[in-house]
């Protein structure tokens, strides 16, 4: 096979081939080196390029696998061999760790976080730390420290943020699956300008321990892939409770793959529409629409509705955000501010201009909003929305605050009422930009927003198309 027809593959097709020994685990990390080494001087998705390392895993996992008969092959993680890479907020032991920040610019943990462990257990093998808008505050990823990360469907546009490598690497067919954050859309976002799959689980499903802080109130961890069934894959191995994590919820565990191809046939699917989404660019618009049409088809009943509350959710979100992010940030503001960058910089004063009235208030917000939107999914089984109002804005446009407005306005009122949501490719614009559609569900419901977006997904095939690097 070729280095193309090897990194073209989705994760669960290479999960398969392992197993049936028609590629090796060193074949894939070759592969992924190659194209890394050939490709992402012009992309720029990663930080941390980790190949030693990878080399090594594989050389090991192959030795492993000759090591098993075939009961003990099938009976082994589907993540086992699979290379995979970290947005640079997670902390991974012996491995820098920047938060694509002059701060951290020397940083190396002693320890990798809960979700690198579990993904360690599972056997992948990790090609590295991959570029991230500055400490995760912005939805361009036009790094001032680290370099523009840039949309592989289109150089000169951003690959939104702030798990833009993730989301660049993914599309570029550098590496099988990712690891990103989402404070505001930011697993969100990247997915929708670079055509790819992310999933924003619901609020505590997954360990934020030794994932560097945003927001506490707001941070969720979790997949990035080229597949939904991908996702779903990478999902089953982190959405584990963990009692050290103090933002970690013991809820029971879900299964997302069992039902997962089992469709939505007489589910009740909400399409938003109501002047919060009348920013939304045409093309776009029509997209979404036409999701709405083809879930029809495949048998659910789709009803355009309004979705009150959107609007104060996503200004309470920002405002959240912007607050605590100063707060986290604090000691950093008083002794070196000028070690931020502009638009970063300019929104941590934000935050700490911020009333502490508006803060509270924000914050009582947020509990009544998830108690409305809780109501919400007691009439519908999930809601559609368009990911981003407009596909990947050039990279020389308006700044990244203005940016940040704009593109997290779908996303945010997830963030803030903690429910899970799924963006996932739905068309293209006449430039050949990626249009992005958002499906969300009830808390705890990411077996349904998985098992729909999979539906979806087989009726268009989108995610089979990658960019002409």
Partial sequence: ????????KTLYQASRQIASKEISPL????ACLTRISDHDEMINSFITITADLALQQAKQA????????????ESRSPLFGIPIAYKDLYETADILTTAGSTFLKDYIPSEDSVVVQKLNAAGVISLGKLNLHEIALGVTNVNPHFGACRNPWAPDRISGGSSGGSSAALAAGFIFG?????TGGSIRIPSSLCSTVGIKPTYGRVSLKGVLPLSWNLDHAGPMARSVLDAALLLTAIAVYDSYDPFSVNHPPDDYLTHIKDGVKDWRIALADDDFFDCTADEVAQSVQLAGQIFEDLGAHVESVPFPGARQAARANGLITVCDAAAVHKDR???NPGGFGADVLKRLRLGLETNTLEYIQARKNQVELRRQFERFFESYDLLLTPTTPVPAPPIEGPDAVEQAHLLT???APFNLTGLPAVSIPCGFSTKRLPIGLQIVGKHWAESQVLRAAFAFEQARDLHKEMPSL
């Fill in 1 to 8: 096979m070729t280095e193309n027809e090897i990194t073209s």
């Fill in 409 to 411: 306005r779908y996303t």
């Fill in 333 to 335: 503001l008083d002794q």
């Fill in 62 to 73: 192959e030795i492993a696998l000759m090591g098993m008969d075939s009961s003990e092959i």
């Fill in 178 to 182: 990712s690891m990103g954050s989402d």
């Fill in 27 to 30: 074949e894939l990390v070759q």
